[in-house]
């Protein structure tokens, strides 16, 4: 009968190991039989279970070891990136990068401008960044020199380096042209402007063409806006775009700030001064109308006319309030005047001949309107001439507020075309209307007339 060496358990014929313990024998080291070699003590239950947990124990580090190299080799990423490349899988791609949640992203495009901007030489710059032993914030620029990711190492454990490959967004900032406006970009990320020509921090994003669309109202008409932004990467991590609707401004032109702006007949409450010599943002081609409005004294509202965007002239719009004159009340004097200025164009009208020359200092239509008209007409031979010698007013008396009758004495001197003179003086009453500060001759009576031969 044979035992083993190590722990004395009996063993069968034949057998290279111990059952027991697990001590190996070669063919030429059999152990003793338990008649030529005495056993030895067994092993103790205890130091069996030690046994046991130490080899269990080594076993669970290393498996532990390799489980942990395994999880923290940042080449699986690369790798697994690498693939998605390869089959245009931004899904996939994204997995394996750190994005920040609050940024807009269109995983395809952005895959697409990594993929412009060179991702073997990306790929490189990742690989070289976590064999770098002193590098713990590595940059990874794109081909043209912005900076799309940064690689972040830390120790676990203190053994085991990780890795966190982070995508870098842009910060977007908005102007819009239009006040009070809204901007919604992408899906439904929305942004509000309420100065114009105002920067606004809108957004966080990755490179892409983002949809964008935006609306605006004013008291002219609303405005609608639709494109895309192009959103690309650059060492500030910013970009600025300006949202302009289509937007015309005009030059005021007007003889009265203090006159009200109408739009389509509804007043605004505002002054043109206010507008500090400029109209606008209008809709192009919008369909207006504008109008001032201003009231006077007696409370009487006078409009200008009505202006549109599409007849202001040279980008100008005119608002011209016609002011009420305030007419000085019709006077003796002012009805002498106007007769005295009359004679002396009766005078020229009749030695040229030509009725328009007097016919502003009579009333349009009127008796003594038609009887010059048709007198001074009459007139054929170019060799006649008249001399005004006198117009003496001898007497002026006011009918009503409105018309006056002026009594005169006249002389003159008539040459025929044979050079025969007569000496005339005649009496006449004229019939003097005044309308709108102007004077005007409605009838001339003759009443006696005296002619000698000279």
Not at 214 to 227: C, D, H, L, R, Y
Not at 250 to 273: D, F, M, P, R
Not at 356 to 378: F, N
Request: proline content about 4%; glycine content about 6%.
């Amino acid at each position: 009968m044979k035992f083993c060496t190590q722990c004395g358990h009996q063993l069968q014929e034949g057998q290279s190991f111990c059952t027991e313990c697990g001590t190996a024998f070669d063919a030429n080291d059999q152990p003793a039989s338990k008649a030529s070699q005495p056993p030895k003590a067994p092993m103790s239950k205890k130091k069996k279970i030690m046994w046991t947990i130490g080899v269990a124990v080594t076993v669970a580090l290393i498996s532990t070891h390799l489980i942990l190299s395994s999880l923290f080799d940042p080449m699986k990423s690369v790798q697994a990136m690498d693939r998605a490349i390869s089959d245009n899988q931004a899904e996939a791609f994204f997995e394996e990068v750190s994005l920040d949640e609050d940024a807009l992203i269109i995983q395809d495009e952005y895959l697409d401008y990594i993929e412009g901007e060179g991702w073997s030489d990306i790929r490189n710059q990742i690989v070289e960044s976590v064999h770098n032993e002193e590098s713990f914030d590595q940059a990874i620029h794109g081909r043209y020199g912005g900076e799309l990711f940064k690689v972040k190492k830390e120790k676990v454990l203190g053994i085991y380096d990780t890795y966190d490959i982070v995508a870098i967004p842009t910060e977007v900032s908005i102007l819009s042209n239009v006040e009070n406006s809204t901007l919604t970009i992408g899906e439904d990320h929305t942004v509000e402007t309420t100065t114009p020509y105002e920067y606004v921090l809108a957004m966080k994003a990755y490179p892409g063409n983002y949809p964008i669309a935006g609306k605006a109202a004013n008291s002219f008409g609303e405005f609608t806006i639709e494109g895309s932004l192009p959103i690309e990467q650059n060492d500030e991590h910013h970009q600025e775009f300006e949202a302009e609707f289509a937007a015309d401004y005009y030059n005021v032109k007007t003889n009265e700030e203090n006159a009200i702006l109408y739009i389509n007949g509804e007043s605004t409450e505002k002054k043109l001064g206010e507008f500090e010599g400029e109209i606008g943002p209008i809709p192009t081609d919008a369909s207006l109308e504008l109008q001032a409005g201003w009231t006077g004294e007696d409370g009487e509202e006078i409009l200008s006319e009505k202006v549109t965007p599409q007849n202001a002239s040279y980008g100008t719009m005119h608002f011209d309030i016609q002011h009420p004159v305030k007419l000085a009340p019709m006077t003796k004097e002012g009805a002498i005047n106007h007769y005295q200025d009359f004679r002396s164009a009766y005078e020229d009208a009749l030695n040229n001949r030509n009725y328009t020359t007097v016919a502003p200092y009579l009333l349009q239509g009127s008796k003594a309107d038609l009887e010059l008209e048709d007198y001074i007409g009459d007139l054929e031979d170019e060799n006649y001439t008249y001399n005004f010698s006198e117009n003496d007013v001898t007497n002026v008396v006011l009918v009503n507020e409105a018309t006056i009758s002026l009594s005169s004495n006249e002389s003159f001197i008539f040459t025929n075309h044979k050079g025969d003179q007569t000496h005339y003086e005649r009496s006449k009453t004229y019939t003097i209307v005044y309308k709108d500060g102007t004077y005007t001759i409605k009838e001339i009576n003759i009443f006696d007339t005296d002619r000698d031969s000279l």
